[in-house]
């Protein structure tokens, strides 16, 4: 057994089994993955990876194990899906996620090729431990995935305490320890006893107050809107390259790639995320001034790039200085929480008004972007008004500074 020192949680306890998945490569490169993409341009603090939050995951997996009473071979299974969930993410995490699922067919949960072909596989095997079970576990198709894939799961009790750390944001307040004392295993996954509802709620709070100042702060979208750009010019436009090689690198590695890449679109967006010189909002507008559900049908970087070409068609300027940032609408808060309420099980939203509140004010967080050069700005405005048919803002839409 090996103690490390984490700064979120204390101490971390790694049996001999994580130290050797701790030292294969697969998880070594996560060392190289940033937790949050460009956040750090905004957050110069937010420089954490991939890796210490796969630690603190493992950790909070394991007290939630013993508090749920799993025996010594489920727990051992938990924890070690817990370390390993996220190796299949692609350089800064979430920004390549969509490149990786356009070109590769397959998501960050789907780690069993990486589980097969290295070493890790012949490690599980030699504990005992069945690999397929494991990737069952990472991609939400076994019975104990709610503790790392679910509402109230231990990965994002760790993102959150370990983002608003990292940032400085002091919205990202957790109780884990109270969530995990009063989870309950059920058929459908894990449920809180009544005392956890408060705690509960803190942790739904923190997920909504991180959202726009951190996960989804313009600057950090407009960086990866680039980034995104240029990788899948890089794929489509440069022989030889391979999608798989890219998605497959670390940070710096794929940065450098595109920086140097051949191909000029490429090269200059790549080039201009690295020194933060990035394209400026030319409209930034919520779901009361566009037909928000519309957008979101056969959405995906090719639906967004299509959008930017027919914009900057409109506008008179080149069609790689408009991106078109379209995100997912929020989902419902939380849908498959229970909450134990005497001797029956409820949805946690009848005993916490809170949420329903929460499910609006996220939804009125949700933004469609459009990016250009400055030089631009108002002539893309009034292109993408055109074209997405923007409701023109009223008087009462405008923040009235004083």
């Known amino acids: 057994m090996k103690i490390i ?3 979120v949680h204390g101490y971390v306890e790694a049996d001999a089994l994580a130290l050797r998945l ?7 490169r996560l060392r190289h993955v940033s937790q949050l993409g460009f956040a750090n341009l905004v957050y110069p603090g937010a420089n954490h990876t991939r890796f210490e939050h796969s630690l603190g995951t493992m950790h909070l997996s394991g007290l939630m194990a013993s508090e749920l009473g799993l025996d010594d071979v489920e727990t051992r299974l938990v924890a070690t899906a817990a370390l390993l969930h996220d190796i299949g993410h692609g350089p800064f995490s979430h920004v390549t996620e969509p490149v990786m699922e356009e070109f590769t067919g397959r998501s960050h949960h789907q780690i069993d090729r990486l589980v097969r072909e290295g070493t890790i596989a012949g490690t599980l095997e030699a504990e005992g431990i069945d690999p397929a079970e494991v990737c069952a576990v990472v991609e939400g198709r076994h019975r104990l995935a709610s503790i790392i894939h679910g509402s109230l799961d231990v990965d994002r009790m760790d993102y959150l305490m370990r983002d608003a750390h990292y940032t400085g944001v002091p919205y990202g307040t957790v109780d884990a320890h109270r969530l995990i004392r009063c989870a309950i295993l059920t ?5 809180l006893s009544e005392g956890g509802i408060n705690a509960a709620e803190s942790l739904l709070i923190a997920r909504t107050l991180m959202r726009p100042a951190v996960y989804f702060h313009h600057v950090s979208r407009i960086a990866t809107s680039m980034f995104v750009h240029a990788l899948r010019e890089e794929v489509q436009n440069v022989p030889g ?3 798989h090689e890219l998605v497959g690198m670390d940070d710096a590695a794929c940065m450098e790639r595109l920086k140097h890449s051949p191909h000029p679109i490429t090269r200059d967006l790549a080039c201009r995320v690295y020194a933060r010189d990035l394209y400026k909002r030319a409209l930034y507008v919520g779901e009361d001034r566009v037909n928000a559900a519309a957008l979101q049908q056969d959405l995906g970087p090719a639906r967004e790039r299509s959008l930017a070409l ?12 408009v991106l078109v940032d379209i995100p997912r609408l929020p989902g419902t808060l939380s849908m498959e929480v229970r909450v134990r309420n005497s001797h029956t099980m409820v949805d946690i939203e009848e005993v916490s008004p809170l949420i329903n509140t929460l499910n609006d004010t996220r939804r009125q967080q949700w933004r469609l972007g459009i990016y250009t050069t400055r030089e631009h700005r108002h002539a893309v405005e009034q292109a993408a008004m055109e074209v997405l048919r923007v409701k023109r803002a ?5 923040l ?3």
């Open 5 to 7: 020192k984490d700064p």
């Open 22 to 28: 701790l030292d294969s490569e697969v998880v070594q």
């Open 187 to 191: 058929g459908s996954g894990i449920a």
């Open 241 to 243: 390259a391979d999608a």
């Open 310 to 321: 027919a914009i900057a068609e409109t506008a008179g300027v080149p069609g790689d200085e």
């Open 394 to 398: 009223t008087k009462q839409d405008k």
């Open 400 to 402: 009235i500074v004083t």
